[in-house]
């Protein structure tokens, strides 16, 4: 029944945070409709599984609040084919509970707001329960749609985010030199 994500990272469509009496896990939902469980919180989860794609998640992240300009969860995406964007789907129990979930975008059919419920309806019919405004739902996934336009027709933008990248990595390398040189770790001369 758990299965790390690495092993099906292919055919992952969504991660849903969730409680059990283990603590925290994540719903890992498949292409095929399986709901398999990986027993990591969505953190450790959504790391792994950009991790397996060789892919940095703290450069990426930076890259997507450069260009959506807002900081927050914000969508990540692998290739130029997946974009998964961050929802609310599950309420918080304690203070710094992760509650938002990540689906891509080209598995989800609509929003369906009956009553007092919120819930995203997947293209194989799988509809699961929302915790934010139908207008941010909405918001969130044509964003995301967006993005992945972005992404696809501008692969020859590639120069672009490789200086992004090196901006970032450059950034990254000044504050590490000043850690090292408080701790007198780097001998300049």
């Given at each position: 029944?758990?299965?790390?994500?690495?092993t099906?990272?292919?055919?992952?469509?969504?991660?849903?945070?969730?409680?059990?009496?283990?603590?925290?896990?994540?719903?890992?939902y498949?292409?095929?409709?399986?709901?398999?469980?990986?027993?990591?919180?969505i953190?450790?989860?959504?790391?792994?599984?950009?991790?397996?794609y060789?892919?940095?998640?703290?450069a990426?992240?930076?890259?997507?609040?450069?260009?959506?300009?807002?900081?927050?969860?914000?969508?990540?995406?692998?290739d130029?084919?997946?974009?998964?964007?961050?929802?609310?789907m599950?309420?918080?129990?304690?203070?710094?509970?992760?509650?938002?979930g990540?689906?891509d975008?080209n598995?989800?059919?609509?929003?369906?707001?009956?009553?007092?419920?919120?819930?995203?309806?997947?293209?194989?019919g799988?509809?699961?329960?929302?915790?934010c405004?139908?207008?941010?739902?909405?918001?969130t996934?044509?964003?995301?749609?967006?993005?992945?336009?972005?992404?696809?027709?501008?692969?020859?933008?590639?120069?672009?985010?490789?200086?992004?990248?090196?901006?970032i990595?450059?950034?990254?390398?000044?504050?590490?030199?000043?850690?090292?040189?408080?701790?007198?770790?780097?001998n300049?001369?």
């Amino acid at each position: 029944m758990f299965v790390k994500i690495d092993t099906i990272r292919d055919e992952v469509i969504g991660l849903r945070p969730m409680y059990c009496e283990h603590g925290d896990i994540t719903e890992l939902y498949t292409v095929s409709g399986e709901v398999r469980l990986d027993r990591r919180s969505i953190r450790s989860v959504r790391k792994a599984f950009l991790r397996s794609y060789a892919i940095d998640t703290a450069a990426q992240a930076e890259m997507v609040k450069t260009w959506i300009g807002r900081a927050g969860a914000v969508p990540f995406y692998i290739d130029n084919r997946r974009m998964f964007v961050a929802l609310k789907m599950r309420k918080a129990i304690s203070s710094n509970d992760v509650t938002y979930g990540y689906l891509d975008i080209n598995f989800i059919e609509n929003v369906i707001s009956e009553s007092e419920t919120l819930t995203v309806k997947l293209i194989d019919g799988t509809c699961l329960p929302l915790y934010c405004t139908y207008n941010t739902a909405v918001q969130t996934i044509y964003q995301g749609r967006q993005l992945l336009a972005s992404l696809e027709n501008n692969i020859s933008n590639d120069e672009e985010i490789i200086i992004q990248a090196v901006q970032i990595l450059v950034s990254r390398l000044k504050e590490l030199e000043k850690l090292l040189s408080k701790f007198n770790l780097l001998n300049k001369e």
